[in-house]
């Protein structure tokens, strides 16, 4: 059993697959579809829980598959009876209670980042920093950052995780991987307030920081 997150509806939620229901409770997928598809819910609640995604079979061919939220999976797994039913069930929603305690913890992590981000941007702007790097200032220190904590840039985290440029990095990483961005940054933060310049900062960071997050 695995609960993981995924995004449905434009939104980060904890989900669980088809495949992987089919596979515990003992069904063939194509039976689990099919009973994702004929469920008398509305089309609110189905684009809200149930997330349209594919897969690679033995065959190598691509074949449907769904992802579904905690209360998709409720619905749909309802009507599955018996005593090793239940059990997987509760099993599933212990993973659930899990899953979304540790992604509560990454939106708090993410609404404190916005407030750094802030801050290091500011300090950059009322510097001479962003004057003499054409307004890049942010997106050169961010990406020495990146390069201290995972030994990547911006770019190469994105081509790593599959992210488009459009797309948020930071809604990819952990919540341990945020808090050292955060760390960070309110570390560059205080130097550039205290007239250190880029070279100065990224020799100092680099030479201190002696924990690399993988990514």
């Given amino acids: 059993m695995l609960v993981e997150v995924k995004r449905i509806s434009k939104a980060e939620v904890t989900v669980v697959s088809s495949l992987d229901v089919a596979e515990t409770f003992g069904k063939q997928h194509a039976h689990v579809l099919r009973d994702i598809k004929e469920l008398e819910c509305s089309e609110e609640f189905r684009l809200s829980n149930f997330g349209e995604s594919s897969y690679i079979n033995s065959q190598n061919k691509k074949q449907p598959m769904y992802y579904m939220t905690r209360d998709g999976f409720t619905i749909l797994v309802m009507g599955y009876t018996g ?57 050169t220190y961010t990406n020495c ?69 993988a990514a």
């Fill in 83 to 139: 005593e090793k039913a239940m059990r997987f069930k509760e099993a599933y929603i212990k993973q659930f209670n899990v899953m979304e305690k540790a992604l509560q913890g990454k939106l708090i992590e993410r609404e404190k980042g916005i407030a750094v981000r802030q801050s290091l941007t500011k300090a950059l702007q009322q510097s001479t920093e962003n004057e003499r790097m054409h307004g890049h200032a942010y997106s």
């Fill in 145 to 213: 950052i990146y390069k201290v904590l995972f030994g990547k840039n911006a770019k190469q985290l994105r081509e790593e995780l599959g992210i488009h440029k459009k797309e948020n990095l930071r809604d990819y990483l952990s919540t341990e991987e945020l808090k050292a961005i955060q760390s960070m940054e309110c570390l560059v933060s205080g130097l550039v307030d205290c007239g250190w310049g880029y070279d100065q900062i990224k020799e100092f960071i680099q030479t201190t920081n002696t924990v690399r997050v």
